[in-house]
């Protein structure tokens, strides 16, 4: 599977394929209605900015899966992480190990940088990622609450 599998930093041309990916895992999470990103937004997000960066992982030189990661900041170590924001692999190529390559290669991305830490999220009924991440190490933030304010909330937060 080694010589098979490709796993490479996406560049510009990639946004259209990027912008898949993640209509698929939105899909995948029942959220397909909350996606409003476009390929220009990642160009100029991702790829102008530099506010994230994207892994592709290729299979005989198909594109089946991705890593979306950013740099956080960690005030209690006064050093970065990185938050992994999304990883998906398409579901005919799961249970060859690719989630696992696109994992590690997140993961060693980090220890590169110097991170003492790599946090995502996952929804609680996703079994088969809970696991996966269990047997990577991962423990759960059990005491740990998510916040979100998004759209008009964050101006009205703004305005109070």
């Given at each position: 599977?080694?010589?098979?599998?490709?796993?490479?930093?996406?560049?510009?041309?990639?946004?259209?394929?990027?912008?898949?990916?993640?209509?698929?895992?939105?899909?995948?999470?029942?959220?397909?209605?909350?996606?409003?990103?476009?390929?220009?937004?990642?160009?100029?997000?991702?790829?102008?900015?530099?506010a994230?960066e994207?892994?592709?992982?290729?299979?005989?030189?198909?594109?089946?899966g991705?890593?979306?990661?950013?740099?956080?900041?960690?005030?209690?170590?006064?050093?970065?992480?990185?938050?992994?924001?999304?990883?998906?692999?398409d579901?005919?190529?799961?249970?060859?190990g690719?989630?696992?390559?696109?994992?590690?290669?997140?993961?060693?991305?980090?220890?590169?940088?110097?991170?003492?830490?790599?946090?995502?999220?996952?929804?609680?009924?996703n079994?088969?990622?809970?696991?996966?991440?269990?047997?990577?190490?991962?423990?759960?933030?059990?005491?740990?609450?998510?916040?979100?304010?998004?759209?008009?909330?964050?101006?009205?937060?703004?305005?109070?």
């Amino acid at each position: 599977m080694e010589q098979k599998l490709n796993i490479r930093q996406a560049q510009r041309t990639d946004a259209g394929l990027v912008l898949a990916f993640i209509q698929k895992i939105a899909a995948y999470e029942k959220m397909s209605d909350e996606v409003v990103a476009t390929v220009q937004s990642i160009e100029t997000y991702v790829f102008d900015q530099g506010a994230a960066e994207v892994l592709i992982a290729e299979y005989e030189g198909k594109p089946v899966g991705f890593a979306l990661y950013f740099e956080n900041f960690s005030t209690f170590q006064g050093r970065t992480g990185l938050y992994l924001e999304d990883l998906f692999v398409d579901q005919e190529m799961r249970g060859l190990g690719i989630g696992k390559k696109l994992f590690q290669a997140v993961a060693a991305e980090a220890v590169r940088r110097g991170c003492q830490r790599m946090e995502w999220t996952c929804l609680d009924w996703n079994q088969p990622s809970i696991d996966f991440y269990h047997a990577m190490g991962a423990v759960p933030m059990n005491a740990w609450t998510t916040y979100r304010l998004a759209g008009k909330r964050i101006r009205e937060a703004a305005d109070q």
